[in-house]
């Protein structure tokens, strides 16, 4: 018999948190690239963490960011 | 005293130097009215809304970071509201550390924008839906024509 290998997908891909390898404590709403690029889709709607890498703690920084954002119109609460 | 930091945003009605004056009263109500100080202050300048707002699709935005006493945040927080000159605004307790430039953020922003995200959402879907598609289409085209008739 031969031995199975677990499937691995794409989204099981350990990655580190980008904040937490910068040191970074908070995230900043005003900071749009780092919105667009760890935070938001192309439609502009939230990442899971599960894609991102973004740990627990961070992820909920990075929420409240991208609310704030859209309350002051720096990024489309839908596209 | 507590440091906060509000962005403001105002309409683009005003003109840029009248906008930049309701800026500036602002500030001078902070520091003689509230015995306030003014810790950093930026002229974002204007900008492109992400959606519109009444009937506004460009906005003026201003940085401003200022110590504050936070028993009378209340109430100057009711007086921004209800100012007419102001869009909206948004305040918090100032983060740690050096404010960031609009310099700085604009440059960030434009490492990621979004016809670069796009363009690469295209390059990479693209040669496959365009095969895919090609069988369904004409079969959601008779779908259609079928219904018209119902009608
Ligand atoms: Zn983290």
Request: hydrophobic share 35%; with cysteine.
């Amino acid at each position: 018999m031969t031995s199975t290998t677990p499937k691995t997908s794409m989204a099981k891909v350990n990655k580190k948190c980008p904040f937490c390898a910068n040191g970074e404590k908070s995230v900043d709403y005003k900071n749009i690239g780092i919105l667009k690029q760890y935070g938001i889709t192309f439609f502009s709607k939230i990442k899971p963490r599960k894609y991102t890498g973004i740990c627990l703690s961070h992820q909920k920084r990075m929420a409240t960011a991208i609310k704030q954002a859209r309350f002051m119109a720096l990024v489309p609460f839908v596209k | 005293m507590k440091k906060y930091e509000t962005l403001f945003l105002f309409p683009s009605d005003l003109a840029e130097t009248a906008a930049q004056k309701v800026f500036e009263e602002i500030k001078k109500r902070i520091t003689e009215d509230f015995s306030g100080t003014v810790v950093f202050s930026e002229w974002w300048g204007k900008r492109p809304l992400a959606y519109r707002i009444g009937s506004f699709n460009t906005g003026f935005y201003a940085l401003l970071q200022y110590s504050f006493p936070p028993e009378k945040l209340k109430e100057f927080d009711e007086e921004l509201r209800i100012n007419a000159k102001v869009l909206r605004f948004l305040s918090l307790i100032a983060p740690e550390g050096e404010p960031l430039s609009y310099a700085k953020l604009v440059a960030e922003e434009h490492a990621f924008s979004d016809e670069k995200s796009a363009g690469k959402r295209r390059a990479k879907k693209r040669p496959k839906r365009i095969e895919n598609l090609k069988s369904p289409q004409s079969s959601l085209l008779s779908d259609a024509s079928g219904n018209s008739e119902n009608d």
